[in-house]
C-alpha cells in the first residue's frame, strides 16, 4: 500500500473556497471500520455544485470532494466486509460532511456500503452513478404507488441529464412509453430515443407559471428539475398518477397548487438517495443489474481522469454535460 494517494480536496480560504489535487495520506481519510481502494468516481450535479461553490453543499473543511465511488476492500474490521469485495457507496454525507470519493483510497462505515452485484462491474457502477441509483429509486416509487407499463405515458424531464438518461434506459426495458423533456431536442434527439425515449418535448413547454390544472396527459412522472416544471408536471399528471421528484436544477421553490393533490388524487413522491435506508439501496442495485440495459449505459458514458473533474464540475451546472461521467481515479 503506497504512503501517499491522489485526492481532489476544497479547502476554505479568504477568498472563499479552493480546490487543490494533493498526495493524501491516511490520516486524510474519514473515520470507519472499511477501507476501500477506490477505483471510479462520476460527476453529479451535486459534485458540480459542490466544487464551483454554487451552493453550500460542504459542511465540514476541508473536504476531499466526490458524493460516490466505487472500488474493492482493502482493510475491514466490519463483519459483512473482506479484503477483495468490489463495492459501491452513494451519499451518506460523502463529499458534504464525510471525506469523499475523489481519491484513490477512502474509509468509511461498512454500514453505508453495498456490495456490487455480479453483472457490474466497478467501472459499469459509476456510470450509474448516484444519477442512475437515485433513478431506479425513482422508479421504485412509481411502481408502488402502482404506475404499471401501459398506464399512459411516463415523463422524464432533464432527460439528457444522468438520473433522466438512466430513467429513461429503465422505463424503458420495463415496457413503459416514455416521453422525454430536454432543452436539447434538436442535438440530444437521437441519444434520447437511443435510450428509449418514445417521444421528446421541449422543457419550454412545462418552463413557466403552472396553470392549477392542466390537461391531464402522463400517468407518472421522474423529475430532476423542480420549481416551474416540477409544478406543471403535476398538474398534468393523470387522475391517480404519481410523480417522483429528486432534483432542483431549475430551483428549490414550489410554485403550484394543491389541486392535483385534492382534485386528482395524484401522490407526488419525493426520493431522498442521501440517507436512503440500506435495504432499499441492495434493492435498487439488483435492480439495476436486472433493469437496466448495461449496452445503453455504454452509449452515455464520457471516460474522464481525475484532472478532468474540476472543468466537467462547472460545465456540470451549466447543462452542458451529457448523460454519464465515469472518473477513472488511478488514469495518470
Known sequence: MTETFRALRLFKTDAGQEARFVDATDADLGEGDVTVAAQYSTVNYK????????APVVRVWPMT?????????ERSEHPSFAPGERVVL???GLGETQQGGYAQR?????DWLVKLPAAISTAQAMAIGTAGYTAMLCVM??????????AGDILVTGAAGGVGSVAIAILAKLGYRVVASSGRKATEGDYLTGLGAADIIDRAELAGPARPLGRERWAGAVDAVGSHTLANVLSQIRYGGAVAACGLAQGMDLPGSVAPFILRGVTLC??????CPKPRREEAWRRLASDLDLGKVAAMRVDAKLADVPRLAAEITEGRVRG??????NAA
Do not use: C, H, Q, Y
Open 106 to 110: 477512502a474509509r468509511v462505515k461498512g
Open 90 to 92: 452513494n451519499g451518506w
Open 324 to 329: 454519464r461521467v465515469v472518473v477513472d481515479l
Open 270 to 275: 419525493g426520493i431522498d438517495s442521501v440517507m
Open 47 to 54: 459534485d458540480g455544485l459542490a466544487l464551483t461553490g454554487k
Open 65 to 73: 470532494a466526490g458524493i460516490d465511488f466505487a472500488g474493492v476492500v
Open 141 to 150: 416509487a412509481l411502481e408502488r404507488e402502482g404506475v404499471a407499463p401501459g
